[in-house]
């Protein structure tokens, strides 16, 4: 009766593996996007044209291979698959961390693991909704909370970051973001077996600070810039 145990154990054991390698996989995929989409943000301190020629160019790539907007498409799949992916995988996850718990217990307070991996779960239901959001904006709505226009990319950003609670949801999220991705990149670099010393431990947790700070914080200079006057018509 032992050995069917075992088997089974040695399964679950693997597929908890894989549901950790889905994780990390597409996490990366999206930190790979969340550098270009911050570098394109970027833009808008380089004024309207700067902003509108990218934000054109964005739907021009591949052409004439590629019908207009193709690739961006393609991105967008990819980033659904990625997201189905990586939500799917945490619930799985956590379902089987609370199946593991074969009694109930009174919660202590825990002092080993940082606020980061204890904001993992609600940080990203904070990214998600953000995410609609975001989309509802400036992709899918194109919503200005000014009433300007809404085909111009660089005035459709201006206008809405203008707005002071725009702007407060979107820091708001960046924080989410910045503590999701600095537990984020060190769990995904322990999954791919970049933690196996102390000091690979230490390195992967500056590199969680360094993804972090980088793309959250540049993330949240345009807004802010916005708020303040510096980015404007």
Same mark, same amino acid.
Do not use: C
């Given at each position: 009766?032992?050995?069917?145990?075992?088997?089974?154990?040695?399964?679950?054991?693997?597929?908890?593996?894989?549901?950790?390698?889905?994780?990390?996989?597409?996490?990366?995929?999206?930190?790979?996007?969340?550098?270009?989409?911050?570098?394109?943000?970027?833009?808008?301190?380089?004024?309207?044209?700067?902003?509108?020629?990218?934000?054109?160019?964005?739907?021009?790539?591949?052409?004439?291979?590629?019908?207009?907007?193709?690739?961006?498409?393609?991105?967008? #799949?990819? *980033?659904?698959?990625? &997201?189905?992916?990586?939500?799917? %995988?945490?619930? +799985?996850?956590?379902?089987?961390? /609370?199946? $593991?718990?074969?009694?109930?217990?009174?919660?202590?307070?825990?002092?080993?693991?940082?606020?980061?991996?204890?904001?993992?779960?609600?940080?990203?239901?904070?990214?998600?909704?953000?995410?609609?959001?975001?989309?509802?904006?400036?992709?899918?709505?194109?919503?200005?909370?000014?009433?300007?226009?809404?085909?111009?990319?660089?005035?459709?950003?201006?206008?809405?970051?203008?707005?002071?609670?725009?702007?407060?949801?979107?820091?708001?999220?960046? #924080?989410? *973001?910045?503590?999701? &991705?600095?537990?984020?990149?060190? %769990?995904?670099? +322990?999954?791919?077996?970049?933690? /196996?010393? $102390?000091?690979?431990?230490?390195?992967?947790?500056?590199?969680?600070?360094?993804?972090?700070?980088?793309?959250?914080?540049?993330?949240?200079?345009?807004?802010?810039?916005?708020?303040?006057?510096?980015?404007?018509?």
């Amino acid at each position: 009766m032992a050995t069917p145990t075992l088997v089974r154990g040695a399964r679950a054991s693997r597929t908890t593996v894989s549901l950790k390698i889905l994780m990390a996989g597409s996490g990366i995929i999206f930190i790979l996007f969340v550098l270009l989409h911050m570098y394109g943000n970027l833009k808008a301190f380089g004024g309207e044209t700067s902003f509108n020629v990218y934000a054109e160019h964005l739907r021009t790539i591949g052409e004439p291979m590629l019908p207009r907007e193709g690739l961006l498409w393609v991105i967008r #799949a990819v *980033l659904i698959v990625s &997201l189905v992916v990586h939500v799917w %995988s945490a619930a +799985q996850l956590w379902k089987r961390s /609370n199946a $593991a718990r074969t009694q109930k217990y009174a919660v202590k307070k825990n002092t080993h693991s940082s606020f980061s991996s204890r904001t993992m779960r609600w940080g990203g239901v904070t990214i998600l909704l953000f995410l609609i959001w975001h989309l509802i904006n400036f992709t899918i709505g194109k919503v200005n909370p000014a009433g300007g226009p809404t085909n111009n990319p660089y005035e459709l950003l201006v206008d809405s970051f203008s707005t002071w609670w725009v702007t407060v949801i979107y820091l708001v999220a960046m #924080a989410a *973001l910045a503590l999701h &991705l600095h537990h984020g990149t060190f %769990s995904s670099l +322990q999954t791919l077996g970049f933690t /196996n010393s $102390a000091a690979a431990r230490k390195r992967a947790r500056a590199a969680g600070w360094v993804v972090a700070v980088v793309i959250a914080g540049g993330f949240s200079l345009v807004p802010l810039f916005t708020l303040f006057g510096v980015i404007d018509y």
